[in-house]
Structure formats: C-alpha cells, structure tokens
C-alpha cells in the first residue's frame, strides 16, 4: 500500500515529537530552540524542520523511519550540515548521525576497507587509517567535520580527486534502509546474482528487479548521457546500473542525497598514499590564464591540481594567514600543484612541472614550497575559501548559489572566461577558487536576496549560468550535489529522457516520496525558502540601538549573525591551533557551536521561530557556554564574533531585570577589588575558611573552584613609591596596569617593568586607577563597560596623540583595548588610537626595540597562546622573541584553556570548563618535564592550571626577568 505524504505544515511538532519519544527512536527534540539550529545549513535556504533526532544505535534509524512512515512525514539525513545546496534541509524530521551514530565499525590494514557508521568524520576515520599507512581518497576541505554519510549523500570529491577520485569511486558497500523500512546491503552484482535476487522475491528482489529493467531498457541512454567526466555529479549516477559497471547499487546511490534511502553503514577502500609530496605554487597574470595551462599540467602526474585569485586572498585578516599569504609567489592568481613519490623523484618532477608551466600564456613565476609548515598554511587558504569568500574585500555579502559548476578541463579556460563575462553583464562580483584540476570552479557571488530586482537578477543569472555550463559539456554540481540550488535547473543540463530516469529511479526507491523530497527530481524553485529574502519582514530588533557599532555590517545586528554561512569549522574536534569552538568540543553539540549560536542569533532577529525576541530563553541557554574566548572572531573564515554577539544579547535581555549574581561579583570584580585592596589578609582568610561555600553560592561562583588570593600590595603602590631604573633612551611606554595582575598577581606586572627598562623604555602608568571594562563587557552591561571605557581612552589620550605605545601584559584586557573599545564607543577617534597604539609584551621588543638583546637561555618551554592573543595579535611576536632568547618553544595547540575570565568560575560551568583544560592543555602541562617551563600570560589561563596540576605558569615577561643580570631586575 502507497503511503501518501502529508502535509506537515498541518502536523504538531509536539505530538510528533512524541510519537518519536515513544517510537524509541534516540535522542528527540522538538523545541523552538533546536529547530531554528536545523533550519539552515551552508546553503542560501531556510528549512524550519518539526524535530531533529540523533540516533544513537542502528534500531534507532529503523524506528524513525517507521513512525514517520506511519505519520507520513518526510526524513531528511544530515551530516555536519556544511552542504551548500540546500539537501540538509527539510520540513519533517531532520535525522542528524553526527553526534552518536558516528562509529568505526571495522579497518582492515590487510585489504584496505573500512566499515564506518555516517556519522563519522572525515579525520577521525583518517587518523585510525593514518596508523597503518593508510587514507581515504576523496578529501573535501571540509574534511575536519564533514562526515561520511554526508560525503556519500553528495558524492565528495575534495582536492585530491585528480589521483584518487571521488567519494564514488571509495565506495565498496552500504548498508541501507528505504522509507518503507526494507534493509538492504548494495554492491557490486553478477549478471547471476541479480537473478537469483529477482528470483528470491520480497521487497529486495522487486526492487532489485525494477532497477535492473530500467538499466536494461535505457543502456544506450546511460552510456551516452551519464558518466562523461570525472566531476559529473549532478542527477542520478545512473551509469553505474550498466553491466560493465557491474550493476554496482551501492555507487549508483552515492550522490543521491538521501533521497532514495538511509545511509545505516558503509564499507569503504582505503589507500597508501605516497611516501612524499612537494608543493609547487605557479602564478598566473589571471584565473583564466591559469585555467589555460591546466591541461598541459596534468601530464605530471599530479595529486591535486587547485586554483585561486587575489579576490580571495585580498579578503584574509587573520594574521598567521596573512603572513602566508604575503610569501606566495607575486601574483594576482596562482595553482597549487602537490606531487607525490619518493623523495629523490620529486626536485625533478617539480622542475619539469615549472616548465612546462612556463610554456604557458601568462605564467609569471613559480616556486617549490619544501616547508611542510610551510606548504599546510598555503593549503589552508585554500581550504578556507568557502567560508572567505562569503565577504568580499568591500565588505559585500557574497552567497553560494553558483559555487559548484564543473566543466572538462580542456574547456576551463574558455568556460571560466565567459562566465567571468556573464558576471558583468549582471553587475556581479565574485572570487573564484577551485579544482582547476578537474574543472571545477567554486565561486561566492555578491546576488542581493534583500529585494525582489535582486531575486530576479539572482534566478536569471544561474539559469543563465546553467546553459553556459551545458554549452561546456559539463555538470551544474562538480561535488555539492544539486539540491535546491540546483535541481530545477537539470532540464537545460539533460534532455527529457534523462529527466525521466531519474524519476522512475526515485520512484523505485521511494513511491511514498518520503525521503528528502523535491531534490533532484520534482523540485523547489531555486528562489524559494531563502534565508534571506525580500519577503521576511525581520523584527524592528534587527536595526536597536547596539551597545556595539557592529560597523562592519553596517551597524545591522542581523546581518552580523547572518555572517554564519554554515561552513561549520566551529565543528572541528581536531586541535590544528584553532581556538574554537571550546564547548562544541566538550559537548559535541550543535547548540554549542559558533554556528548553532549564530543561526538562533539570526532567527531572534526573525521572530518566526524565535519570538520573543532579546528576551529568548533559548537563545540565553544556547549562549550559557560561550566561552567568550573570541576564537571564532579570528577561526571562523567569514569573522562571526559570538562573544560580542552574546555581550550585546545579555545587555539586551537583562536591561531593567536581575541579573544572575556571577554578573554583580566577577562583572563587577575590578572595582570590588580596590576595598578588598586594602584589607587582603582579612579578605583572603574570609574566602579560604569554612565561610567559603558561603561566599561562594552568594556569588554565584563555582563550589569547586577555589577563589584567588588577594595580593599583600597591589602593583600600582609598589610603581608609585619606586624609583625608577635607567635613563629610558628609547622613550617612553604607557604599561597598561589590569585589574587583574595588579590585585592578585603583581610579581608579573613588576617583571614586565624590569623588562622594559632593561630594553631602554622609560616605565609610565596611566593616571589613577583604570580599568578596560573587560568584565562589564563580557556580562552584558554595556552601560557601565562604556564608561569605564571612556575614562580609560581619555587617560591614555594624550600619551598615544604623543606616540606613545600602550603596552599591555594580560591579553584580555590587551585584546579588550584593541577590538572592543572602538566597537563600544562608536566613532571614538581617541578609542580608535588607542586600537592603533595598544601591542603585547614582544610586540613591542620585537618591533620598538629590535635592536635589543634579550638575556639568553637555554631551555625548553611549552606555551598556551591565550585565545584572546590568538583572535586579535598572534604568536609570532613570541615565537620570534623565545627564539632569540635560545627557547625550544613548543605551542600547544590546545585552543582556550577553559577558565576563559568568569565563565569558568561561573556556577554550573565547572565541568565544561575543565573538560576544555583537559583535551590539550591540562595533559601536556602533567606531562612536561619538571625544567620546562609553563609559559601562560593570561590570568585565567595561570588560575586553570595552577588549580588542576600541580604546575604554576609563568608570564612571558617573568621569563625574560628572571634571565636579566640582578642588577637589573626590580621584580
């Protein structure tokens, strides 16, 4: 009997969410909260879908389908929701597999397979291979969260696929469930298997029948239409049904996106990859010239093949990028070819591959990269461009939408010049990036989804768009898969006969249409369900009056969380450097990402899911874990900044109402400290004696932290009766004195003194006792942060109109003083200057004194780079200066130490707080030798590990101090 979907507009969320309770189906939630999490992915289109459900087991994945095929709802699959098409979305029930279904089921060194469930990401199945000399092929750039089912539902390429091809071509079996809940394992058949399959009967060999007599019925249709090229990904890979394909089911499913069955396991090929790679970076006067040279290139026997222009590197701010970048070769476009073999065959082969690129039109230079360091922060530009090109250099919003095309490689040139042409024509711009390798072009385009001309412009342009590319021979989608981006436009790519195919194959699969329905076939306008459409009227809260200027996006609150695009490098478990997002990796949970945050940021503005507004409960619950660390500021390509998103979302919706009692003790913590100043014995005994628990619930502060100690003297009493040490010779330097060095931890601000007199600078201090508002700030009262800022920048105001440096030792308040305060006081040319003055401790050594010479020894350190360090200056300063100090310096990629100011001490934070301190940090600190030194300038990141090991982290300017002759050392 034929199911007949319903209208699930007409369906309650809570009594389907029930129903799936019931149904025993995992973990279940039909909240306002998670749905507008789930109404969006990486593409332009919004989805608001009934309940989301995580699967923790097999059984789980079957019972969902049941109830839902009983209540006749759709099902959506979803990975880790970075897809750009729109095929993550839907109206039913989102099944995400990323959280718990994500297991490694079986490796096999031996043979080369893996069985892995859907959810597992890309890196945690290339670490396990990784450890017998092994990999999976396809490697998209977002390989650090992309999960295999998702890869499969798209059929993935990534830029290895010039050597080892797509997901596709690594797919052995899988192991599937339809709608109407018949299992089935896929691979490869035998003319004789197939009939013993039909013969056997049940929903197996009917389906199996059906299929094998639409491959027979159309052979020529699938030898002519399908197949033609490597990134012909667009539609139903249909080709794989042909008998010299060996009828394999399971490829002919990859690139299906979950619209004809659920993904419940998958057997994978894993290969050894070559024992060495060289990278060769070519510049070209433009993308088309190097478009060009592409064919002539791929003689060398290539890895991968990949291109890119100035349009997108002019974007990147982050500085250790940037820093990368300024080394390519001079250029306004260039390729990035890898080589792979034995070390003593690839000098030459990347000589042969210059050359040959030389031949080239318009070939202006090249360089071999043999760094390995080195050649990862290129790649990583490149692996970042998605998310980079979503801003373009003016500061324009750019969207996916034409992003994926593919053309054969031979006409990549003439393809990508009359595509630069049509962009013209309309009046776009866009950076274009890719697999020029195999012909695949990814581009952001700057369409405007804000007015119905924009719309119109934006749906002529792609159908535009879409003939150029069948004019080409070539596909709409090259690895995205086709969506809702795409799908109505496959008419112009195929004939009609194809067009059908692929509806009598999903009407095989699927004749309830119950599986992430209108993809691919009987589609959705590519123009409806826009996130951001003209036809969303956003709540007058889109434009309030900020606390912040959020300058950047024109001073439009929902534009700035409109920043997230989805490309989800929040999601990341891996430790590369990065910083975020801390409680995504504790919890693993999407509401816990920069991007989760963002999207309920952006419904609040909305009003349709989110209704009330500032006053949202979910949106409060969702921001509870930020730990305001700002790695996503600097981390995230496009610079979504969740800390000040959520510091504008507390001022908001605690105005004119109590606040929790953490933002009156640790908000207010600067000033409660100047009477605690002067009795610290009495206040010190009061928080260590059995009151403390006490004065701990009172203070809404954590029971199992224990509270810092007071300083016997505070830093400014001991500058201001001491007389200072040499003639200062290189002038003067403003030390900025924080709150938090001064009353508990002087002994750092005194070294840093020593430091800097030592290096010839002439020590001064800002009148009275300032404060950057860094804790008014991080609770929302934005109020009060304001005019503790105002009085700081009109302090510091004559020393920087003088060209004084500010020099800063807590990188909070540093960070505070550089980023923040121009935000706060809008249009504020004294804040604005003191951004420009404002430098770190080696800042200033490296870049005011590089003449000086720091006392050397020899030792080894390990170093946790503070992440508000990481968001706003860098390490490299550091590095640089431990370095001439004769330092063997490691820098842990550990991300934010998990104390991060008041979130750790925060009632009902403790655990989460640790568990960040644990993954990276914590454990290298227990494990380094007793004469390494712990390197930590941040206050919080000191308190995290002088309170969970039994080390104490030393400042950067302790280090140096300690090292100068006696004589010269006043700390």
């Not at 409109?562 to 450097?577: E, L, Y």
């Not at 001022?651 to 109402?657: E, G, L, N, V």
């Amino acid at each position: 009997m034929t199911t007949t979907m319903r209208d699930v507009g007409s369906l309650d969320a809570a009594a389907l969410t029930e129903a799936l309770r019931r149904g025993d189906c995992g973990e279940v939630a039909g909240d306002a909260g998670r749905r507008a999490q789930y109404s969006a992915d990486a593409s332009n289109y919004r989805r608001v879908p009934l309940a989301v459900v995580f699967p923790r087991e097999r059984q789980h994945v079957l019972n969902v389908i049941a109830v839902c095929r009983r209540l006749g709802v759709p099902v959506t699959s979803r990975g880790a929701g970075t897809s750009t098409s729109g095929q993550a979305l839907g109206p039913g029930v989102v099944l995400d597999f990323s959280r718990y279904f994500n297991r490694l089921l079986a490796l096999d060194p031996r043979a080369g397979t893996a069985t892995v469930q859907p959810g597992i990401v890309l890196d945690d199945l290339q670490r396990a291979a990784s450890g017998h000399g092994l990999l999976f092929g396809a490697d998209p750039s977002t390989h650090s969260r992309c999960t295999l089912g998702g890869m499969i539902g798209n059929n993935a390429c990534g830029s290895h696929s010039v050597a080892w091809g797509r997901t596709a071509d690594s797919v052995l079996q899988l192991e599937v469930v339809t709608y109407r809940g018949t299992v089935l394992r896929l691979g490869e058949m035998t003319q004789q298997e197939i009939e013993e399959a039909i013969a056997a009967g049940g929903d197996r060999g009917r389906l199996i029948g059906s299929l094998y007599r639409l491959a027979q019925s159309n052979l020529a249709v699938l030898r002519t239409g399908l197949g033609r090229f490597p990134r012909q990904v667009s539609g139903y890979a249909l080709e794989h049904l042909l008998p010299e394909h060996r009828f394999n089911l399971a490829r002919a499913l990859v690139g299906s996106e979950g619209t004809l069955a659920v993904v419940l396991s998958a057997t994978v090929r894993l290969i050894s990859p070559p024992p060495a790679r060289a990278l060769v970076v070519l510049g070209f006067q433009d993308a088309c010239a190097a478009a060009d040279a592409v064919p002539a290139l791929l003689k060398h026997r290539l890895l991968a093949l990949e291109g890119l222009d100035h349009a997108l590197t002019d974007i990147v701010t982050r500085p250790e990028t940037r820093a990368a970048i300024d080394t390519l070769p001079a250029a306004p476009a260039w390729l990035f070819a890898e080589l792979g073999g034995a070390c003593d065959e690839l000098p030459s082969r990347a000589t042969a591959l210059a050359e040959t690129a030389r031949q080239a039109a318009g070939f202006t230079g090249s360089e071999v990269i043999t760094d390995p360091a080195r050649a990862q922060r290129l790649w990583r530009i490149r692996e970042d461009g998605a998310g980079l090109a979503t801003r373009l250099p003016d500061g324009s919003e750019a969207w996916p939408g034409w992003e994926d095309a593919a053309v054969p490689p031979g006409q990549l040139g003439s393809y990508l010049r009359r595509f630069t042409r049509l962009l013209k024509q309309y009046g776009l711009q866009g950076a274009v990036y890719g697999h020029f390798g195999e012909g695949c072009l990814h581009v952001r385009i700057n369409f405007d989804f804000t007015t119905e001309q924009g719309t119109a412009v934006f749906r002529a342009f792609v159908t535009d768009a879409a003939k150029l590319v069948a004019a080409h021979g070539g596909s709409l989608s090259g690895e995205h898969g086709d969506g809702q981006a795409r799908s109505e436009l496959l008419p112009l790519m195929y004939g009609p006969d194809v067009i059908s195919l692929f509806e009598e194959f999903k009407n095989i699969w699927d004749p309830d249409n119950g599986l992430n329905p209108s993809m691919i076939v009987r589609p959705l306008p590519i123009d409806g369900n826009l996130r951001v459409s003209p036809h969303r009227t956003p709540l007058p809260l889109a434009r309030p009056a900020t606390g912040f200027s959020f300058r950047a996006d024109d001073g439009d609150f929902a534009k700035a969380t409109r920043r997230c695009v989805g490309v989800g490098k929040c999601r990341t478990a891996a430790h590369r450097g990065d910083v975020m997002c801390p409680s995504y990796r504790v919890t693993m949970d999407e509401k816990d990402s920069t991007r989760g945050r963002a999207r309920l940021l952006y419904e609040m503005t909305q009003g349709e899911v989110i209704t009330d507004g500032w006053r949202s409960t979910e949106v409060r619950d969702a921001l509870d874990l930020c730990l305001a660390c700002k790695g996503c500021g600097a981390d995230c390509p496009v610079g979504v900044d969740v800390a000040t998103y959520k510091s504008e979302f507390l001022h908001h919706h605690y105005k004119r109402r109590i606040r929790p009692l953490s933002h009156y003790t640790m908000g207010w913590l600067p000033l409660l400290s100047r009477p605690a100043a002067r009795m610290p014995r009495l206040v010190n005994a009061l928080t260590s004696s059995r009151l403390a628990p006490l004065v701990k619930r009172l203070g809404g502060i954590a029971s199992q932290r224990e509270i810092p100690r007071f300083a016997d003297e505070t830093f400014l009493t001991w500058f201001r009766r001491r007389t200072a040490r040499g003639e200062g010779p290189r002038g003067p330097v403003m030390l900025w004195v924080d709150s938090f060095n001064n009353h508990f931890t002087p002994e750092v601000l005194k070294a840093g003194v020593a430091v800097l007199e030592n290096a010839g600078f002439r020590v001064r201090v800002p009148d009275g006792t300032q404060c950057c508002g860094l804790t008014w700030i991080t609770t929302g009262q934005l109020g009060v942060a304001r005019r503790i800022a105002q009085r700081a920048t009109a302090a510091l105001a004559p020393a920087v109109a003088g060209g004084v440096p500010v020099v800063g030792l807590e990188p909070s308040c540093t960070a505070t003083l550089k980023t923040d305060l121009p935000e706060l006081l809008h249009g504020d040319d004294d804040a604005r200057g003191l951004a420009r003055a404002t430098v770190t401790l080696a800042e200033l050594l490296v870049h005011h004194a590089p003449d000086w010479e720091p006392p050397r020894t020899e030792a080894q350190s390990i170093s946790q780079t503070h992440c508000h360090q990481h968001a706003t200056s860098g390490f490299g300063a550091d590095a640089e200066l431990l370095h001439r100090m004769g330092i063997d310096n490691t820098q842990l990629a550990s991300g934010c130490c998990g104390l991060a100011g008041n979130f750790g001490f925060e009632r009902g934070h403790y655990d989460v707080s640790v568990a960040a301190g644990e993954q990276v940090l914590l454990p290298a600190v227990r494990s380094a030798a007793p004469s390494t030194h712990v390197l930590a300038d941040g206050f919080s990141c000191r308190t995290q590990i002088a309170q969970r090991t039994d080390r104490t982290g030393t400042h950067l300017a302790q280090l140096i101090a300690r090292a100068l002759p006696p004589a010269d050392t006043s700390a």
